[in-house]
């Protein structure tokens, strides 16, 4: 190895998750510039969904109803397709912000790693499926509808809406996955030199950004949507990638919007603006469950936390890390 790879490679790492984009040609301003691709890029998708609404209010003769502007199959899919699209945005904002591969995004080895996703998945499903299953009993018990109604749809409409909810969910989970625990996360990270300075301060940004993104919305809902969102950075930092995070998130609100559609609540379910103390401390004791079992189950396979040093040479051959 040659003396200046040997020193680039000193200065690089290895580096955890959020501290990925903080490179030896790292510069305090490349954070700024990624903001400013995101705005750019959030902007056009909002003007894009301006110009739905006109559209449709125009093809209807009138303004849509909240049912048609949330819950019908068609508006659903275009909702998650916007929120997927925040996957290249948070793309271009690392190659155009930090001038860093994309692919350093999925995972410290530079690629989604699938079979740990699907793995990793299983956790969260099963204690999700246990905590709306609690919920909807608990509602049974007190004459309340678990999942909400009011939503007046054919058959044929609720089975294209459940349809839509498990094609497109994961799509709309990897999009906020990609752009609040991914370049979020990095480039918040990418300031501090302490790797975990950088790791709290990472998590503490964009789990609020996360949850202040989705709206009107009480203490007690701000604050579930916060801790979701300290799950995930976790999970992203513990695991050194977002596919954890992504099927967290995707599992999550598969299992929450299925039967809120069956029961024809979604539409009610998504205008929701609070939440009760007992629903956050409940989410609470099944995401510290999660993220308990997810780092120990980490370990056990003896998964990779930390980023390899750019164009090393070792016995194995050339690797490469982010650059």
């Keep these: ?186 480039a918040v990270g990418s300031w501090f030199r302490r790797p975990a300075v950088g790791a709290v301060a990472a998590a503490l940004v964009s789990a609020a950004a996360f949850a202040f993104a989705h709206g009107d919305q009480d203490p007690w809902l701000y604050a579930d949507r916060f801790c979701f969102g300290l799950t995930a950075s976790y999970l992203a930092w513990r695991t050194g990638g977002l596919e954890t995070g992504i099927a967290f998130h995707a599992v999550n609100n598969v299992v929450v919007f299925v039967p809120t559609v069956l029961a024809g609540g979604l539409g009610e379910a998504l205008e929701t603006t609070s939440a009760s103390p007992a629903l956050v401390v409940l989410d609470g004791l099944g995401f510290v469950l999660i993220a308990l079992g997810t780092a120990w189950l980490a370990r056990r396979r003896g998964l990779v936390q930390l980023s390899v040093p750019p164009r090393v040479e070792s016995s194995l051959g050339a690797v490469s890390g982010p650059v």
Excluded: C, K
């Design 1 to 186: 190895m040659s003396p200046d790879a040997l020193d680039e490679a000193v200065r690089w790492g290895p580096r955890p998750y959020p501290q990925l984009l903080r490179g030896p040609r790292h510069r305090w301003w490349h954070p700024l510039v990624g903001a400013a691709v995101v705005a750019g890029g959030v902007a056009v998708l909002l003007l894009l969904v301006g110009a739905g609404y006109a559209v449709a209010g125009a093809v209807l003769g009138r303004p849509l109803t909240d049912a048609e502007a949330f819950a019908s199959p068609l508006a659903f899919l275009g909702n998650n397709l916007v929120l997927a699209a925040l996957i290249p945005i948070s793309w271009a904002a690392v190659r155009l912000g930090h001038g860093t591969a994309p692919r350093w995004q999925a995972s410290v080895v530079g690629r989604t790693r699938w079979r740990w996703m699907l793995l990793s998945g299983l956790l969260p499903a099963a204690v999700v499926s246990a905590s709306v299953l609690g919920l909807g009993l608990l509602a049974l018990a007190a004459g309340e509808e678990p999942f909400g109604s009011g939503d007046a749809r054919s058959a044929a409409s609720t089975a294209a809406l459940v349809v839509v909810v498990l094609l497109t969910t994961p799509l709309q989970a990897a999009g906020e996955e990609h752009l609040f625990r991914g370049w979020m996360s990095q």
